[in-house]
């Protein structure tokens, strides 16, 4: 069992001098440190690095190529359900999207979420199993979105498909306050762009936002220059510039509304605001650099964050939960977080929602 090391103190600042100067006022990160990685965790990050990590080496060799994208969805399919669990598929403007619910849960609170996968590829079906475990764990249903993406759209049209689903949840009569957002990887990145898309927009911001090992940078030179870079299990540092330049290139190709979408990190925006953040990254992945940045960046702006920073994990160890112990107790501790962020005792409003 991994021991938990606790730190409440502000992390260092990081931006720009006029930035620093406009928002003076900083919020405490509470900081866990899950120290000890299990048998089961090693060998899942020994497995990755044999397998998974050298795939990815060979597709950034050639990005360009008709990569059967796809079929990684499509084997999701394979993973087995967590029993007692419904699905309903549900249909938003431009993309399709799934509403899970685990047994015994609420519908006091609800967690929009937005998986991960470069933007590229996964889907409903390789997130379904750890979804529908987050479900049971806030005792929450969940509406997963399988939005857009590239190459054949950009990363704002993913965006804007996150916040369609945030919409649809309003008209079905949850509040902003009864909404979490998540994601991982790249789904990070989502939650905190779908969050300032709706500030932007004149929408209240959710109850709370967690990000697994989220992409908060998209320019990969922090992350290259970390010690993690040659640590990762997954990722090796040809695999960030390729998909780097692969993305900009889409950027350019695709047009919204004429134009080629802004590249916008969540490090670099305007972060006041913004709702309680969990995030959860483990100690020598590639994105650690990522979290601590973002985890700097929100305390900066004011926000509460907690980033649990779990030893020699594997990027989106959760996603091994039953397999791996220390992916089991991440689930239950984003739970605590969903379940605190909108507590039952606080809402006294009753609907009638999706059973």
């Excluded at 089961?40 to 059967?68: F, G, I, N």
Aim: aromatic share 6%; with cysteine.
């Amino acid at each position: 069992m991994s021991n938990t090391m606790r730190h409440n103190r502000p992390l260092r600042l990081v931006g720009n001098t006029a930035t620093a100067q406009a928002f003076p006022q900083h919020a405490t990160v509470v900081r866990e440190n899950y120290v000890g990685a299990s048998l089961q965790a090693t060998a899942l990050a020994a497995t990755l690095r044999l397998t998974v990590r050298p795939l990815l080496s060979v597709w950034a060799k050639w990005p360009h190529l008709p990569w059967p994208t796809g079929l990684v969805d499509l084997a999701g399919s394979a993973l087995p359900p967590v029993p007692g669990t419904r699905y309903r598929p549900v249909q938003l403007p431009q993309c399709k999207a799934e509403w899970i619910r685990a047994e015994d849960v609420t519908t006091h609170r609800v967690i929009l979420y937005l998986h991960g996968g470069a933007f590229v590829t996964c889907g409903l079906r390789t997130h379904r199993r750890m979804v529908s475990l987050i479900s049971a764990s806030a005792q929450s249903p969940v509406l997963s979105v399988d939005y857009r993406m590239l190459p054949r759209h950009t990363i704002n049209h993913a965006i804007e498909d996150g916040v369609s689903a945030y919409r649809w949840l309003l008209r079905r009569g949850y509040r902003p306050d009864q909404i979490v957002i998540g994601g991982d990887s790249a789904g990070g990145y989502l939650t905190f762009m779908v969050a300032l898309a709706l500030r932007s927009q004149g929408l209240p911001v959710p109850a709370g936002l967690v990000a697994l090992s989220p992409l908060t940078n998209l320019n990969p030179a922090s992350k290259l220059a970390h010690e993690n870079a040659n640590k990762c299990a997954l990722f090796a540092a040809d695999v960030l510039n390729v998909f780097t330049e692969y993305a900009d290139r889409v950027e350019q190709r695709l047009l919204i509304d004429g134009t080629p979408g802004p590249r916008v990190c969540p490090v670099e925006s305007d972060l006041s605001g913004m709702p309680p953040t969990l995030l959860q990254v483990g100690s020598t992945e590639m994105l650690f650099s990522d979290s601590e940045m973002m985890a700097d960046r929100l305390s900066h702006f004011g926000v509460s964050c907690h980033l649990q920073v779990w030893e020699r994990q594997v990027h989106v160890f959760q996603a091994a939960a039953g397999l791996v112990p220390e992916s089991s107790r991440a689930i239950r501790e984003i739970g605590r977080f969903v379940r605190d962020a909108v507590p039952v005792q606080s809402l006294n409003r009753s609907r009638s929602l999706l059973g």
